[in-house]
């Protein structure tokens, strides 16, 4: 009885492995594959513009112990397209693959004339010795972007003084599927001026290709002395049909600007030696900004000493003056003749500002009698000397 089982068995066994055949396995990601021989790309899906002829970069690689002759065939493909396979340049149906090697070929896509937006299926087949193994690919076909710029600044508003540059921060973006030249230009106040800076040089242009975004400095900087207040500045760039347009808000705070003078213009004025003499002053804020908390101190001679009325004024409005007093004190044993002598204003914000005065030192009119005196006496000595000698 085993025997009978055992020739039953064999006989099933010879029956069912002539009936073998190779099978092809597909693999997902781009990838066919069989026994010694895969085929397969790095970017199975694809997109492409209507019109655009697209191309696929293939590799076979052959897992057999043999060389083998891969021919390349197209096992589908859509009504009107024509595919081409390329190597070396040239036009080829055929692969030489060393076993445990990889060979490159690339397969051309060109679409018909009056093809339609869409996603478009194509089966490349490799068929090798006694193997064969297929590669499905997928192509997207879309309507070409029209030409898009668009321009984003990440603080579109910035304070400062009239002194200050204004520095911004632009992203520019190309959104269509065109190389674009991108010119760039501003509107700005009158006082102002407008530079545009890429890669840490100054531009009037530069080229942005499609789908990418470049970052810019944009510097805007017053060449005036500026009123406080906000001012706008447009930015334009513009490529081919597309422009975009960006406000920018530079917000000038405004500053004291102080000067010293006289109340009749003249810096000088007139002191006796040992006495306090009244100098009067005007301070003045032609700056853009109210001048607050401004102390006033001065630089005199050695012996001297100088005191204001008031020694600090809380507040001078942008425009105004203030008139203050300046008690000047010469040494007691000055010599008659010009001193100079510095004032300063000096704000609790801002820069301080001074003036030279020049203070002539008169002698007192006491010394100046007796002066006087001596040398009358003096003449009235000398005459009756020279009345009473002259007789003799």
């Known amino acids: 009885m085993r025997r009978i089982w055992t020739i039953v068995l064999l006989v099933a066994l010879v029956l069912l492995g002539g009936q073998v055949r190779p099978l092809t396995a597909l693999a997902q990601g781009g990838q066919g594959a069989s026994e010694g021989l895969i085929i397969f790309t790095r970017y199975p899906a694809q997109v492409a513009e209507i019109g655009e002829t697209v191309t696929f970069n293939l590799t076979l690689r052959n897992t057999g112990s043999s060389p083998q002759t891969v021919r390349l065939d197209m096992q589908e493909a859509p009504e009107g397209w024509t595919a081409t396979f390329r190597g070396g340049g040239d036009i080829v149906q055929a692969v030489y693959v060393e076993p445990g090697e990889d060979a490159s070929v690339s397969l051309k896509l060109e ?21 064969e193994a297929e590669l499905p690919l997928e192509l997207t076909v879309k309507e070409k972007l029209p030409p898009q710029l668009e321009l984003e600044v990440e603080l579109p508003t910035l304070r400062g003084t009239s002194n200050t540059t204004f520095r911004y921060d632009v992203t520019l973006r190309n959104e269509g599927d065109e190389d674009l030249t991108v010119g760039l230009e501003a509107e700005a106040p009158r006082g102002f001026l407008v530079s545009f800076k890429f890669r840490g040089k100054e531009v009037t242009s530069l080229p942005l290709k499609a789908n990418d975004s470049e970052r810019l400095n944009i510097e805007v900087e017053p060449f005036i002395e500026m009123p406080a207040g906000q001012y706008q500045v447009t930015v334009r760039a513009q490529g081919a049909e597309a422009e975009a347009s960006l406000t920018l808000t530079a917000e000038v705070t405004g500053q004291p600007k102080l000067s010293i003078t006289a109340p009749d213009g003249r810096l000088s004025g007139q002191a006796y030696a040992g006495r306090e003499t009244p100098l009067k002053i005007i301070v003045q804020n032609t700056g853009t900004a109210p001048a607050r908390g401004v102390e006033l101190s001065a630089s005199e001679p050695s012996g001297w000493s100088v005191e204001f009325d008031p020694k600090e004024i809380a507040e001078i409005p942008a425009g105004t003056q203030v008139e203050a007093t300046a008690k000047i004190r010469p040494a007691e044993k000055a010599v008659a003749g010009d001193y100079m002598v510095t004032i300063r204003a000096r704000p609790e914000e801002g820069t301080s500002e001074s003036a030279e005065f020049r203070i002539t030192v008169l002698t007192p009119t006491l010394w100046g009698v007796v002066g006087i005196a ?3 006496v003096a003449v009235i000595v000398v005459g009756l000397a020279v009345v009473r000698f002259g007789r003799r």
Request: net charge negative.
């Open 374 to 376: 001596v040398i009358a």
């Open 111 to 131: 679409p018909p004339e009056d093809v339609s937006g869409g996603t478009y299926r194509f089966v490349v087949i490799a068929r090798g010795e006694g193997v």
